[in-house]
């Protein structure tokens, strides 16, 4: 068990929230008060799991055996994925009045950039729940499945040629069915064009 500590306020339901919004089935569990994800860090590749402890402001993390030779690299990007860094004493100053009705928001990170590239691709014209089924599928399609939790599978890398074509495949069509279901409300000269581009890889 590790700990990772934060200076509160932090609003956790609301971060939850956005996290499970946007999880990716295969990939991230989030429960009420609990996440969980699969990692990937070099050759290492393991589960990690986090709880925030709201009495005492600090996040309790659980990684299994595979991640535990890379634990320091595994706390850092957990602490950028949950913005455990940000003083919300000096947000508070800054925002004035602006922050008073939501104290303890932050800015959600990610674990990896490569795999939050990918997202990004695929959620351009769709839902947010959509975003996240189309990456779901290429995880499951080109991810390795954990030996020690085989119900979870970890995003595949840059290395994996599949999912450059992958990705452009299902974001090409969601920007086309995307843009059929725009011209039929009239607006469909503008997002033609964004079709034409996304189909050609662009």
């Known amino acids: 068990m590790f700990t990772l500590s934060w200076q509160p306020p932090y609003d956790w339901s609301w971060m939850l929230g956005f996290l499970a919004a946007r999880a990716v089935d295969g990939v991230e569990t989030v429960g009420e008060g609990f996440y969980a994800r699969s990692l990937v860090v070099g050759e290492h590749r393991g589960l990690v799991s986090v709880r925030p402890n709201l009495s005492n402001h600090t996040l309790q993390i659980t990684l299994s055996a595979g991640l535990l030779p890379v ?24 925002l004035g009045r602006l922050g008073e009705a939501r104290p ?6 990610s674990v990896d950039t490569f795999e939050q590239g990918v997202r990004a691709i695929l959620g351009q014209l769709v839902s947010v729940a959509m975003a996240a089924r189309l990456t ?3 995880a499951r399609r080109y991810g390795e499945t954990l030996p020690d939790a085989p119900d979870y599978v970890c995003f595949p890398g840059p290395g994996n040629a599949g999912v450059g074509r992958s990705v452009g495949s299902e974001s090409a069509g969601d920007a086309a069915s995307a843009c059929r279901s725009a011209d039929s ?7 033609g064009k964004t079709c034409a581009h996304r189909a050609d890889g662009y």
Do not use: N, W
């Open 185 to 191: 409300s009239g607006a469909g000269d503008a997002c």
């Open 71 to 94: 634990a320091s690299a595994c706390l850092a990007k957990i602490s950028r994925l949950f913005d455990l860094d940000c003083q919300p004493a000096q947000v508070a100053v800054a």
């Open 136 to 138: 779901a599928k290429v």
């Open 104 to 109: 303890g928001l932050r800015l959600p990170g």
